[in-house]
């Protein structure tokens, strides 16, 4: 390796860390990355020339939000501020504050408690169910933070086909429903980023039932996009499911929601 050019060998070492992922968690679907820093101990010129560098090429994974907090807020900003790409399941971490209470950190908020935060790509694959799934990613477009492109990818179709659902909240009724997708997420962030950001929305559509990851091949999917309702029907979308997507053989299909925010807005967590 010493003997290759130094600009090959740079390649070599961005090779090399792309394809490692640090996973924490169970994550049985993704290999551990043990002695993959191996190599920095390997000769004090290699040490040099990676330095920090691997921070931005390796895929952190996490299993979920609570993994996610639990490694990289404890960690220090100049490492924070390095790290480049992040998966994590969407399940919330929930804690005790005593008296029987209980405080909920949702992945939108969650991001907030890592300062410093300034991702290429922020992948999350979700494990809730298909209200909170939503709600995901409607907070992450409106409010989220320390992403430049965001991955958010789901098992199934439910996520834009569950009907409206009433939840008691402190002794009140509140509604959650849906808006038709993706046209309303570009609406929200263009309102954020600014309709002239390049900033965008999209949604992929697996066109195979049952079949994992097939989303993320894009061979095996198709572009998305729901039907806006009349104006005067508007109030009425998302009252009832939507009876196509939730058909046995529809229900099936993964999802995958691409949001890229726009190219000149501050997307630290800090913002």
Not at 9 to 25: C, D, K, M
Not at 62 to 79: G, H, I, K, Y
Not at 137 to 162: C, D, K, P, Q
Request: glycine share 6%.
């Amino acid at each position: 390796l010493l003997l290759l050019p130094a600009e090959l060998r740079l390649q070599i070492y961005n090779h090399f860390f792309s394809s490692t992922p640090f996973t924490y968690g169970k994550l049985n679907q993704m290999a551990p990355a043990s002695n993959h820093l191996a190599i920095l101990r390997s000769c004090r010129l290699i040490n040099r020339e990676i330095d920090d560098s691997w921070l931005g090429q390796v895929l952190f994974a996490f299993e979920n939000v609570t993994d996610l907090l639990n490694q990289l807020s404890p960690a220090p900003r100049r490492m924070i501020e390095q790290i480049r790409r992040v998966r994590v399941g969407s399940s919330p971490l929930t804690q005790s504050i005593g008296d029987g209470q209980e405080t909920t950190y949702k992945l939108p908020w969650a991001l907030d408690l890592i300062p410093g935060l300034y991702l290429d790509t922020l992948t999350v694959i979700n494990t809730d169910g298909p209200e909170l799934a939503y709600e995901n990613v409607n907070y992450l477009i409106r409010f989220g933070s320390g992403w430049r492109e965001l991955h958010f990818i789901t098992g199934n179709s439910e996520m834009l086909a569950f009907p409206r659902r009433s939840i008691e909240h402190n002794e009140t009724t509140q509604f959650q429903w849906r808006d038709p997708q993706p046209s309303t997420w570009i609406r929200d962030l263009a309102f954020r980023d600014h309709v002239h950001s390049d900033a965008f929305v999209k949604i992929y559509r697996s066109t195979q039932s049952n079949a994992p990851g097939s989303v993320m091949d894009p061979n095996s999917r198709e572009v998305f996009e729901q039907k806006p309702p009349s104006p005067e029907n508007s109030e009425f979308f998302g009252i009832d499911k939507d009876a196509q997507l939730m058909h046995p053989d529809e229900i099936g299909k993964e999802l995958l929601v691409i949001v890229r925010r726009g190219k000149d807005v501050d997307i630290s967590a800090d913002e």
